[in-house]
């Protein structure tokens, strides 16, 4: 079965630096796009990057110009590269994938979530 397993999570403080990883793995045929979102306690789940097949990339404008998504569609892994850290950045990651499996149609994934916390 299809899978996405975030990492690179932790406590940080202002200002600082942490790269997320989502890897998929299982019976994939094709990736398109792959997005990561984040839930703050008591905050509704709110969209942060995406970025096509194609490269292609758009982020919320709480984190433009400080976060980065990439992908490598050799590791199929999305990337969140998130720099000049703020407290209101705390929150659990989740990453989302639309994957066409090798016998079934395409459909949303998400991973289990990765915590950053962002404090003094």
């Known amino acids: 079965q299809v899978q996405l397993v975030e990492s690179g999570g932790g406590l940080v403080q202002p200002g600082g630096s942490l790269r997320l990883s989502c890897a998929a793995s299982g019976s994939i045929f094709s990736i398109n796009f792959m997005k990561w979102y984040r839930q703050a306690p008591g905050s509704q789940r709110e969209l942060v990057a995406h970025?096509?097949?194609?490269?292609?990339?758009n982020y919320a404008d709480s984190v433009k110009g400080r976060f980065t998504i990439s992908r490598d569609n050799a590791k199929n892994t999305v990337y969140l590269q998130m720099n000049s850290l703020k407290p209101e950045d705390t929150a659990v990651y989740y990453c989302n994938a639309q994957i066409r499996g090798q016998n079934s149609p395409t459909r949303s994934y998400w991973g289990q979530g990765t915590q950053v916390t962002v404090s003094s």
């Open positions: 970025i096509t097949s194609g490269g292609s990339t």
